[in-house]
């Protein structure tokens, strides 16, 4: 379909049918997005996106932008996407199209939420909340609210500023509205929301009793996707009870709907919060074999990126934790090659694809122990470097030094013991704060 599309497209624009050409442009976007082959999308987007400009289609082509700037927040590109939407938001305004203008506002709102920018997103939400009351969009309306109970209740994590009754108010407030029009789904999102907020600032009782019924309202409207969150949500307020029994109940739930059901995110959340059970049960074996599985599913994800580097980036840098994590309990058990093969996988990997392609070296999907790249092979082509790699836990760095037909050198630094100043606790990620970062002497002379 995609191939025909293309020649169709070519004939188009040899007979200067640019409203076509425009049209078809953006529909063979489309094709290519749903088919994860995101750079052909990007180009077609932005051709459309000329297309409609040359031919006045002002609203057309801020639709082309939207759906870029949604394209490239789905893969982290949070510059562009701000780009985008702000483009898609002007033409929006400018042809007077409430309803787009407000999505885009949301979406930004959205965007600077999730970038830590609570006072923008406020305002941006704030915008498109005005005009959903206006033109009696309820369903919006109720979509804000959430956002901007969201935005505050971030505030509150992220402890910048003010409290967290006015998230309370903003979910309470969607809620209801969703109860007086049997929006049921929606009231099942405002109970979830609120059940989170009630969890963070230790009100279990609450917490447990509004889960509870965003799941019954979920098995209700048959909102797996829903059910599954709501068991890892239950769990995890069993977990702080300490009550791991529950606990774990809930989330094996969550994985076992989650496996079937084909919610990859939910999934990889399961085996997470499965990981921290089995590291509160003192269990290293358990909480490594779940991290295992969760790095596997990320490298299953990750093959679909095909070979764009910022994708992989992008990608990477989500969803770097779990690497990290389980390079760190590798190391825990002495495990330090494994603990560097992670480190491996856990990079975008641009520079060991390149160096596996030069040197005729099979590129890896697997993450299987026995099929990780060796990446001494590909040091003993390169004897005239000294490679080093670098994690980090908390507290705790680790480092491997390889050089080609040298054992490899590791080391483990408790950042702590680095500073002169007894009872001080910090993490790796506080160092980068204090001018000390540059004094920290790591590494042991060659002899």
């Known amino acids: 379909m995609i191939e025909c599309g293309h ?5 188009l624009r040899v007979i200067g049918e640019k409203a076509y050409e425009g049209e078809l442009t953006f529909y063979l976007a489309q094709l290519n997005k749903k088919q994860s082959r995101y750079e052909v999308a990007i180009e077609l987007y932005e051709k459309a996106a000329s297309v409609m400009m040359d031919i006045g289609e002002r609203e057309k082509k801020g639709f082309c932008h939207k759906c870029l700037g949604i394209l490239f927040n789905s893969l982290n590109e949070r510059d562009k ?5 702000k483009k898609a938001l002007l033409a929006a305004a400018e042809v007077g ?3 787009e203008e407000a999505d885009c506002s949301r979406r930004l709102g959205n965007l600077f939420q999730d970038t830590g920018k609570h006072g923008m997103a406020e305002e941006y939400v704030q915008r498109s909340l005005a005009i ?3 033109s009696g969009n309820i369903r919006e309306e109720i979509a804000h609210y959430v956002t901007l109970g969201n935005v505050y209740f971030h505030i509150v994590v ?5 409290d967290y009754l006015t998230a309370k108010e903003y979910h309470e407030n969607s809620l209801k509205i969703s109860k007086e029009l049997g929006l049921r789904r929606e009231e099942a999102v405002d109970l979830g929301n609120l059940g989170n907020m009630y969890c963070f600032i ?3 009782d609450k917490a447990e009793e509004f889960h509870s019924k965003a799941l019954a309202i979920r098995k209700e409207t048959g909102d797996k996707k829903g059910e599954a969150t709501d068991y890892g949500n239950l769990g995890m307020v069993f977990l702080h009870l300490k009550e791991f029994g529950k606990s774990k109940e809930y989330f094996k739930k969550a994985l076992l709907l989650s496996e079937k059901s084909g919610f990859c995110e939910v999934e990889l959340n399961a085996h997470c919060n499965l990981t921290t059970l089995k ?3 003192g269990d290293v074996n358990g909480a490594r074999s779940h991290l295992f599985s969760t790095v596997s599913k990320l490298e299953y994800m990750r093959s679909f990126l095909r070979d764009n580097d910022k994708f992989k980036l992008s990608f990477t840098d989500r969803h770097a934790s779990c690497y990290l994590v389980l390079s760190a309990l590798y190391c825990e058990t002495g495990s330090r090659n494994e603990a560097l093969s992670v480190v491996e996988l856990g990079r975008a990997r641009a520079l060991s694809d390149l160096m596996a392609t030069r040197y005729c070296l099979e590129k890896q999907r697997s993450v299987s122990p026995q099929t990780w790249i060796e990446i001494g092979k590909i040091m003993e082509k ?3 470097c000294t490679c080093l790699y670098i994690s980090y836990h908390r507290q705790h760095l680790f480092l491997w030094i390889l050089k080609a037909e040298k054992p490899i050198l590791f080391r483990q630094v408790d950042i702590n013991d680095c500073f002169s100043e007894k009872g001080r606790k910090v993490e790796v990620l506080d160092l980068f704060a204090y001018a000390t970062f540059r004094k920290l002497h790591f590494f042991t002379r060659e002899g």
Do not use: D, H, I, Q
């Open 132 to 134: 959903s009351k206006a």
């Open 158 to 162: 992220f402890r910048f500023r003010g």
């Open 97 to 99: 199209n409430k309803e």
């Open 7 to 11: 020649k169709v497209l070519a004939f």
């Open 81 to 85: 996407t701000e780009k985008y939407l």
């Open 382 to 384: 390169e004897r005239n």
């Open 202 to 204: 230790g009100e279990y």
């Open 279 to 281: 590291l509160f049960e």
